[in-house]
């Protein structure tokens, strides 16, 4: 097996994680799939099935978190982002030529945004299942992104918009967190786990945060499902 990206260890079960903000936050309507398209260009459109049409594939890839941690080989299925930005995004919504950052919003307000080429890449989908059992809401229900040359934080879950955008202006990364967490790429071969302070320093503030964040955010996830079944 290929050796793990620099700075990461393998972990064997694949958490649910994230931001601390967000670990009670649950998609309201989880298997709705309608789809909001928007930002610069021509026709903005709420599409009620994004998936009709496309062909679906499966592809098994590694996750990285930028935190650390990994899990190796996991099996999604949905369509491939390129698919879906040649054959539905460019004909019917027609973003503006220069509109290349690409934003991504999840139903609990988390964001994430990447260059349209990053995008474009081969390995990049809208998942909506997981180990062949449809996405659920600890993983991303109804659908997200997968973008396995980027960190965790790229890969948004619960997906209810995409906008094109000139400019970054539109916009932030999830407040209050501090603007060092982000980057506009995060890509994994190149280290880009945020800005401002030293790789070394990053990693090791995030590696302290692992145990915690995966307890916090599986407490929540049986408290959601315990109310769920009430
Ligand atoms: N909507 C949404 N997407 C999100 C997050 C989140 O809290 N909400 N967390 C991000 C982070 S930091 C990581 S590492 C991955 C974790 O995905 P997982 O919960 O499926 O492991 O989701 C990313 N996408
Ligand atoms: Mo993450």
Redesign the pocket.
């Known amino acids: 097996m290929s050796p793990l990206p620099k700075g990461q260890r393998e972990i064997a079960a ?6 601390g903000k ?1 670990a009670n936050r649950f998609p309201v309507h989880p298997m709705r799939r309608t789809l909001t398209i928007g930002g610069d260009v021509a026709h903005p459109q709420e599409l009620a099935d994004p998936f009709a049409g496309l062909e679906r594939v499966e592809q098994i890839s590694d ?1 990285h ?2 935190t650390t941690w990994s899990v190796r080989n996991v099996r999604w299925g949905g369509i491939r982002f390129a698919d879906f930005h040649t054959r539905v995004i460019e004909p019917q919504i027609r973003p503006d030529e220069d509109a290349v950052l690409v934003v991504f919003r ?1 139903e ?1 307000g ?1 964001a ?1 945004i990447l260059p349209l080429p990053d995008l474009l890449a081969g390995d990049v989908l809208l998942a909506d299942s997981l180990d062949g059992q449809t996405l659920g809401v ?3 229900a109804p659908y ?1 992104l997968v973008a396995p040359a980027h960190y ?2 790229k ?4 997906l209810i918009a995409i906008e094109y955008w000139r400019d970054a202006r539109q916009y932030h990364f999830p407040r209050p967190y501090p603007s060092f967490m982000d980057h506009l790429r995060a890509r994994v071969d190149f280290e880009e786990r945020g800005r401002f302070l030293p790789v070394w320093l990053l990693r090791s503030i995030y590696r302290l945060l692992i145990p915690s964040t995966i307890r916090n ?1 599986r407490n929540s996830l049986a408290r959601h499902q315990m109310s769920k079944s009430k």
């Not at 694949?14 to 931001?19: A, T």
């Open positions: 694949f958490p649910r994680f994230g931001l967000f996750f978190c930028v999840g609990d988390f994430g600890d993983h991303g997200r965790g934080f890969n948004v879950k619960h955010f």
